[in-house]
């Protein structure tokens, strides 16, 4: 069946870099280049299907990667290692390699229940006021962790190298790389279906024209729960991925630059593409990574870089399209979506 | 002693809300001419900060070594004015170059919007990456006097800033209310389309919007500098951002609103201050924020725009 | 059994009254005009009607359950369907996709089965694209079905937001101004397909209209609106020769319209 070839394709793509990756072949860099590109195609991808599928503008995604990000670290730290804030662990340290993904999910969770705090005012309000309501939400929530002493507030948390070690220790394999790939193949499947649906297709039948929608029989109140919560729940994986391949957070990372960054990822590739979303995100990691020695001055180049292409190409890389729009060969390679005819 | 302590962060929060008041007068008027928050406003706001900084320094003498010693309210004067011909300068050079291509081509607001949070961060960042991290001190140019009546303690700047909000509100209410450049403002919150089809020039009207804005902001920044003199390119991005959420409290759009929202906000983070730990006082700032919007999203004097199908 | 019942419906938009004191009944398999000049109330009483405005005074019963207080998408469950004055469709999705998304609250599954691809999403889907297929190759649309909206003539387009309606099965079919913007020729077809519509699928009418061939030449009943009230109700015959509507509405020099031509 076409739905296959393609998850097997990338199974043994990422099975064979975590193979060079234990073998040495890939250095520590090249793994944590792949990781933080993973980790910003999720949050990409996220939250293109509020920002971009439901044409909302979005602009607090940080905030639900930090509640990821500590809600799964916490869990990781206390039930699994021993640490200085928690004790010693709960639970066994080697069955951590085994509950990491109930950890995650916990995270993504916590997330989600937080993405309600969006997704109920947005009932009533749209676009400029529904964006300082999520601002507010970043705010509020990253506040709220400098607040909790006990996690360390504003000096930060730590302890989940411990986390990765006593998974390491069952088996020796690169464990965030292989989570991260599990991870990124998951979300992209995830939206991927979603959208391709009837039922997920209200989501942009919303966006382009809401009242219609709702009188003609979409239950938009349970399409933008629906929205919110899945976009900020996989951002709350991201987060709590990004924590251990860390190994330290602060709340200081999760602030409207982070959110920025996001922003930046999903325009560029254009809003309502998912492979836009996961182009653009490769693309803005590396160029980060390119323009580190810069410094602060990418922080000029890139918002010029935005602007010019708000000017010239608003619709940004892909714009509505998809790969499959671009190149129909591959259309026999990657699964069919429903309704184009 | 209760009521003195009242009356005390009275003065506090009106002092200030009044920064607040006069930054958010800026996003107000923008948003109701253009539908856009400009979200590189509260960074003008900084410009103005340093450009007072600057420029001050430069009529005292620090720069070159000829200059007359002139009387230091003078120099006051002096900054505060071409402070603000400064920041509508580049206001107006924002808007010529990243928001009117866009309004040409009919680009969706959502573009604009972007563009400006990105014209933000460069002014930001570009501050950051030329003058570098270390805080600048504003150089002391008015006789800071403390005097107190009834036990509350106030200074000739808090009285300085209170006033001057009273004033530009007062002046703001008359430009638009009694003028034509004012009555065609209003004319373009209503009904964007018909505006240029009645000969109103638009592209002057939205100049001089930004004029307004933009020097008030740096009046803002000049007067925040003279309160507190420590400097830093980042104070541009928190007090925008309040001040933003203080115009939409009291209603986008709405001169008043943005005056009452102003006054509103620093209220709250004064009392929240007052009685709790400062490092809430954020968190309960945007959290009134967030119920407030719940229970009524268009602000106090916001009128919600009714669609028709 | 009555379909639709509205009894001294009245709403008001500030100190305007839109609609005084409406009532109407329709029955099964009717086809009901509302005319009236601009500004009568007509669209109001259908966004009371859809549920998108909550009417201040008086009841709306469907199928003798109130509807007061239920959200738009709510009634629409209940089987009532209508186009708009100006038409919304979809811009970003296929005339195809226009009209599967419309059947979106009688799909019967929700997101975990649209991720997992379960039988029940599998049937479910496999059930709106039969159906869709149906009503694209009924109003003739085959040919048009991977386009987008925007890039067909206006006439096709409201054909579209037609099938769009018709395809969640409704009882009641509310049709706002459908010959808006038509020349003569589209607007025979219209007369056509309206009447056809009825037959083919046994449901009710309610049209806002104001081409009074469409009206005169479709309608069994008409009720005019002026100032939100009504001022008469009956065949079109009689409407037609009423004074008190010819003043209102038709006009007093020869109403060539009114004849039906």
């Known amino acids: 069946m076409r739905n296959y070839g393609s998850i097997l394709s990338y199974a043994t793509l990422c099975a064979l870099a975590v193979a060079a990756a234990k073998l040495g072949i890939l250095n520590a860099y090249i793994q944590l280049i792949l990781m933080y590109i993973g980790i910003n195609i999720i949050l990409s991808v996220s939250l293109n299907l509020v920002n971009g599928y439901m044409g909302e503008f979005s602009v607090g995604h940080a905030g639900f990667m930090a509640v990821g990000a500590y809600v799964t670290s916490i869990l990781n730290v206390w039930l699994f290692t021993e640490s200085p804030v928690f004790g010693p662990p709960l639970l066994s340290p080697f069955s951590a390699v085994f509950l990491f993904p109930a950890t995650l999910l916990a995270g993504g969770v916590a997330a989600a229940v937080v993405g309600l705090l969006v997704a109920v005012p947005s009932f009533k309000t749209r676009g400029d006021y529904l964006a300082i309501i999520t601002l507010a939400v970043n705010y509020i929530v990253k506040s709220s962790i400098e607040n909790i002493q006990p996690i360390g507030g504003a000096r930060g948390f730590m302890g989940m190298r411990n986390v990765i070690g006593s998974m390491q220790a069952v088996l020796n394999l690169p464990w965030n790389l292989i989570w991260v790939f599990i991870c990124v193949g998951a979300t992209v499947w995830i939206i991927q279906r979603l959208v391709n649906s009837t039922y997920g297709k209200g989501i942009i039948a919303l966006r382009d024209d809401e009242i219609a929608a709702e009188i003609m029989g979409v239950n938009t109140r349970r399409m933008k729960i629906v929205a919110f919560m899945l976009s900020s729940g996989l951002a709350g994986v991201a987060g709590g991925l990004f924590a251990h391949v860390l190994g330290y957070i602060n709340p200081g990372t999760f602030t409207i630059m982070k959110s920025t960054e996001v922003l930046v990822m999903v325009y560029l590739g254009g809003m309502g593409s998912l492979s836009g979303s996961v182009l653009s995100a490769i693309a803005l990691t590396i160029a980060l990574e390119v323009f580190r020695p810069l410094q602060l001055v990418k922080w000029v180049v890139l918002p010029l870089l935005l602007i010019l292409l708000m000017i010239f190409r608003p619709e940004g890389i892909m714009g509505h399209r998809e790969l499959t729009d671009v190149f129909p060969k591959l259309r026999s390679w990657l699964p069919p979506k429903e309704g184009r005819i | ?309 | 059994m009555t379909l639709l019942e509205i009894e001294n419906l009245t709403h008001y938009f500030g100190g305007l009254k839109a609609v005084c004191n409406l009532n109407l009944r329709l029955d099964g398999s009717e086809l009901m005009g509302l005319i009236g000049p601009n500004g009568a109330g007509k669209t109001t009483v259908f966004n009371l009607m859809s549920g998108f405005y909550r009417p201040m005074e008086g009841e709306i019963r469907f199928l003798g359950r109130s509807i007061r207080g239920l959200r738009p998408h709510e009634v629409t469950t209940l089987g009532i369907a209508r186009t708009f004055q100006n038409i919304r469709l979809w811009n970003s999705l296929s005339v195809f996709e226009n009209i599967c998304i419309s059947q979106h609250c009688q799909l019967g599954y929700g997101f975990f089965h649209s991720v997992l691809r379960t039988p029940g999403f599998v049937r479910s889907e496999r059930r709106v694209k039969k159906r869709t297929e149906e009503l694209i190759d009924l109003l003739g649309l085959r040919h048009y079905a991977p386009e987008f909206p925007k890039n067909l003539p206006y006439g096709l387009q409201r054909r579209v937001e037609i099938g769009r309606a018709l395809a969640l099965r409704p009882k009641l079919l509310l049709l706002d101004e459908p010959a808006a913007g038509m020349n003569p020729g589209e607007v025979d077809e219209l007369i056509e397909t309206i009447r056809w519509i009825r037959d083919e699928f046994k449901l009710t009418i309610c049209l806002i209209e104001h081409h009074m061939r469409v009206v005169m030449n479709v309608c069994e009943r008409i009720k005019v609106l002026d100032f939100g009230e009504t001022i008469a109700e009956g065949r079109p015959d009689e409407i037609r020769l009423n004074p008190r509507v010819i003043e209102a509405y038709l006009g007093d020099e020869e109403p060539a319209d009114a004849r039906g031509n």
């Not at chain 2, 972007?114 to 014209?119: G, S």
């Not at chain 2, 709250?268 to 945007?286: G, H, K, N, Q, Y």
Request: contains cysteine.
């Open chain 2, 1 to 309: 002693m209760f009521l003195e302590t009242v009356l005390q962060n009275l003065l506090n929060a009106l002092q200030w809300g009044s920064f607040y008041a006069l930054i958010a007068l800026g996003y107000t008027m923008v948003y109701g001419v253009l539908l856009l928050i400009n979200f590189a406003h509260g960074d003008i706001f900084m410009v103005g900060a340093y450009a007072g900084f600057f420029v001050a320094s430069l009529l005292l003498g620090q720069y070159t070594g000829f200059l007359p010693s002139l009387p230091h309210a003078l120099i006051f004067g002096l900054t505060v004015a071409i402070t603000m011909i400064i920041t509508s300068g580049v206001g107006v050079a924002i808007e010529r170059v990243a928001y009117r291509p866009l309004r040409r081509k009919g680009a969706s607001r959502l573009y604009v919007v972007i563009t400006a949070f990105m014209c933000g961060l460069i002014l930001e960042n570009g501050n950051l990456a030329v003058l570098g991290a270390s805080r600048r001190s504003f150089p002391q140019l008015l006789a800071n006097t403390a005097h107190s009546v009834a036990g509350v303690a106030f200074t000739d700047i808090k009285v300085l800033v209170i006033l001057t909000t009273i004033l530009v509100f007062v002046l703001l209410e008359t430009i638009v209310r009694k003028t034509k450049l004012g009555m065609a403002m209003r004319a373009i919150s209503c009904d964007r389309m018909a505006v240029p089809l009645m000969g109103i020039p638009m592209d002057a009207v939205i100049v001089f919007t930004f004029i307004l804005g933009s020097s008030l902001a740096g009046l803002a920044g000049v007067l925040f500098a003279t309160a507190y003199p420590v400097l830093d390119p980042y104070m541009g991005a928190i007090v925008g951002w309040k001040a933003f959420i203080a115009a939409v409290l009291g209603g986008i759009g709405e001169i008043r609103g943005a005056i009452a929202g102003g006054f509103l906000l620093g209220f709250v983070e004064i009392f929240v201050a007052a009685f709790c730990p400062s490092t809430l006082r954020d968190l309960i700032a945007f959290s009134i924020l967030l119920i407030f919007l719940s229970i009524k999203p268009t602000g106090i004097f916001g009128v919600a725009r009714a669609t028709k199908i």
